[in-house]
Nanobody, 117 residues
Framework: QVQLVESGGGLVQPGGSLRLSCVAS????????MAWYRQAPGKQREFVATFTRGGEIHYADSVKGRFTCSRDNAKNTVYLQMNSLKPEDTAVYYC???????????WGQGTQVTVSS
């Protein structure tokens, strides 16, 4: 099972930017469908963005136009560039990997993003 480690969270003012990283251990990184989720205090975990099997990227409506996902297969890393951050983006952001072979799902430990003035 792949191990995921997120980083890049922090405190940022409204309108600011952050870039999150998620590094996956192990090999065969390309067989995993990677996604980002987030969980705000008192709320359920929600979908943020994912890479489809065809290589497209789907975003939640709430982040569309502000967040950009990318991946570097050579570094086993996916990124989430977050621009024009809003207080409602405050949450713990999690990286998720689902094996296309087994369906097994792995989660990182999360990284806190706080948007506040």
């Amino acid at each position: 099972q792949v191990q995921l480690v997120e980083s890049g969270g922090g405190l940022v003012q409204p309108g600011g930017s952050l870039r999150l990283s998620c590094v996956a251990s192990g090999s065969f990184f390309t067989i995993y469908t990677m996604a980002w989720y987030r969980q705000a205090p008192g709320k359920q975990r929600e979908f943020v963005a994912t890479f489809t099997r065809g290589g497209e990227i789907h975003y939640a409506d709430s982040v569309k136009g502000r967040f950009t996902c990318s991946r570097d297969n050579a570094k086993n890393t996916v990124y989430l560039q977050m621009n024009s951050l809003k207080p409602e983006d405050t949450a713990v952001y999690y990286c998720n990997a689902v094996s296309r072979l087994s369906g097994a799902s792995s989660w990182g430990q999360g990284t806190q993003v706080t948007v506040s003035s």
